[in-house]
């Protein structure tokens, strides 16, 4: 008996041995595993970014990137055309290959839906985007794709909520032909012509160098911001791209077809005629167009402000405060209205950031949106880094002094800290007006900080206007009312179709006769017009005006603005 409890107790022990074996065993593997594990989450896991947007060439390392993946576990590689290329998503369909994880396609998103390049967003969204749902709220609906796919593929772009504290595109002219004339008001465009000819002729060179009047940059598709949408600004008309809409019927019309842009264009063929217009405004360079306005002798721009900043802080550096621009009302006579603070409402589903469908990380690159959606990321992305920053003053956030400085005269700021650099094109609360959950702005800027940061010569001369803001030349947002249709320029137009089709043969047209026209002899304007429309008519523009309609009114139906 003791021989056989012996054997079977030998045989236990080494069952035991053999179990305890295999228990170390796996838990040193399960322990290795966990350690693996430990080591590669702290390796950011990096998402491919392409922003179509240009931009140069940047690394995610700045202070506010690394904030970013310290919490999101997040870092971008960012890509951009090369030199502004505007094929770069035809080209990226076309190759078949792999796409980024996260891309910002603007207006050519509608290729990659088509193509199948970008996935719906609208489970994950459901599933995990507390943020976004939050952001968005009751304007959700304007992410979706359209009537017939009422799908959301992307996110981001602009903002939901926003002020209307300053203009951006209007006609602007050098605070020193304010002061030396007088003061005097200018609301017409004979108002403007007369006020650039009488400093011109009292100063034909400033600093030694040729004034000109005016100058356009109408030589690449800044032609569309500096040629083309003034003179529907002149006209009285919001920026709806290469359209003109009846905001309360939907009635949408290729813009170029209307009366009031060939009194436009016939105006400034007669500045060209008279030596007012700089010859080169449709051949110069960006790079020289901004030399020219940086050396204060551009009397005159008709330009969205961000597309010449850096000459604005350029001047401002160099002393030349009174070299700088003043936003103007100007219009084609009295009885039209500027909509330069015209409230477009939220864009909605245009150009945003999108996830592809080749990603492998697609869950991550949702989650990775959904906080930036977040009002933590929204401190973060517009503020930057509490301590290095802003400060907490009185419980309120303020901007630190040389940061402000930075940010209104270094065109380096966003770039080398990142605040303000990762806003746009990704999820955003809005631009000025929004708040916190604390009522706290969510921007930087304030009606307040927008007047303390003019320079000494904007408030000098708004002294002498007894004003403080320039809006308050401008019809009020409140007067003008919410657009009922947003604005046709953020449109996905469906690649391929009729109205895609003949907007760009219309475009390539336009564009060119256009300036043969302002360039001609003005004895010829009249028949070079006639000669235009024809071609337009010619090429069915009818028909691209029925299909835009018809996607404006459902636009309106989507968006529940059209009862």
Same mark, same amino acid.
């Given at each position: ?242 359209? +003109? ?56 721009? +008709? ?202 043969? +219309? ?57």
């Amino acid at each position: 008996m003791s021989k056989r409890l012996s054997k079977f107790s030998l045989a236990v022990l080494i069952l035991l041995g053999l179990v305890v074996l295999a228990a170390c065993s796996d838990g040193k593997t399960s322990d290795n595993a966990e350690k693996e594990g430990e080591g590669s989450s702290d390796e950011p896991l990096t998402l491919t970014f392409f922003n179509a947007d240009g931009g140069e060439e940047k690394t995610f390392d700045d202070p506010v990137a690394k904030k970013i993946t310290e919490k999101t576990g997040i870092k971008l590689e960012m890509d951009y055309p090369v030199g502004g290329n505007d094929e770069a998503i035809p080209l990226m369909i076309a190759s078949g290959g792999e796409y980024p994880d996260l891309i910002f396609a603007k207006g050519d998103i509608g290729k990659l839906i088509e193509a199948g390049g970008v996935i719906k967003l609208d489970d994950l969204i459901e599933e995990k985007g507390d943020n976004l749902k939050a952001m968005y709220g009751d304007q959700i609906n304007r992410l979706r794709n359209s009537i017939e796919d009422p799908s959301i593929y992307t996110v981001g772009t602009y903002g939901v909520e926003n002020a209307y504290w300053e203009t951006s595109g209007t006609f602007q002219i050098q605070l020193d032909v304010l002061r030396e004339l007088g003061y005097p008001e200018i609301r017409t465009l004979e108002d403007f012509e007369a006020a650039l000819t009488e400093y011109y002729e009292k100063y034909p060179e400033i600093d030694g160098q040729k004034t000109l009047p005016l100058s356009l940059l109408g030589s690449d598709w800044r032609w569309l911001i500096t040629v083309g949408n003034p003179a529907g600004f002149a006209a009285g008309l919001q920026d709806d791209g290469q359209w +003109a809409v009846n905001d309360e019927t939907g009635e949408t019309s290729y813009k170029f077809l209307l009366p009031e842009f060939k009194e436009y264009f016939k105006w400034l063929n007669g500045m060209n005629a008279k030596g007012l217009l700089d010859p080169e405004s449709f051949t110069q360079t960006y790079d020289t167009y901004i030399s020219k306005l940086s050396s204060g002798r551009v009397l005159s721009v +008709a330009d969205q402000n961000w597309n010449f900043g850096d000459a604005d802080k350029a001047l401002v550096a160099d002393g030349k405060e009174w070299r700088t621009y003043a936003p103007l009302p100007v219009t084609l006579g009295e009885e039209y209205k500027s909509q330069a603070l015209k409230d477009y409402g939220f864009a909605g589903g245009w150009g945003g950031i999108a996830i592809s469908s080749t990603s492998e990380h697609q869950e991550e690159a949702f989650e990775f949106l959904d906080w930036m959606a977040s009002e933590e990321a929204q401190i973060l992305t517009n503020w930057g880094i509490e301590g290095e920053n802003y400060d907490i003053v009185d419980g309120k956030r303020v901007m630190q002094e040389d940061d402000r400085e930075r940010m209104n005269n270094d065109p380096d700021y966003a770039k080398e800290t990142g605040v303000g650099y990762y806003v746009y094109p990704f999820p955003q609360w809005g631009g000025n007006g929004a708040v916190d959950s604390e009522g706290q702005p969510i921007t930087p800027n304030s009606e307040e900080q927008i007047v303390a940061n003019y320079n000494s010569a904007e408030k000098e001369a708004l002294k002498e206007y007894e004003m403080t803001n320039w809006i308050e030349w401008f019809p009020s947002t409140e007067e003008l009312g919410r657009s009922n249709h947003g604005t046709v320029s953020n449109y996905t137009i469906p690649p391929g179709s009729d109205v895609q089709i003949i907007q760009q043969k +219309a475009d390539d047209l336009t564009e060119q006769k256009i300036t043969q026209a302002i360039l001609g002899d003005p004895a010829d304007f009249d028949k070079a017009w006639e000669d235009m429309i024809a071609e337009l008519e010619a090429m069915n523009i009818q028909k691209a005006n029925e299909e835009m309609t018809q996607m404006t009114k459902d636009k309106m139906e989507l968006w529940e603005t059209n009862e």
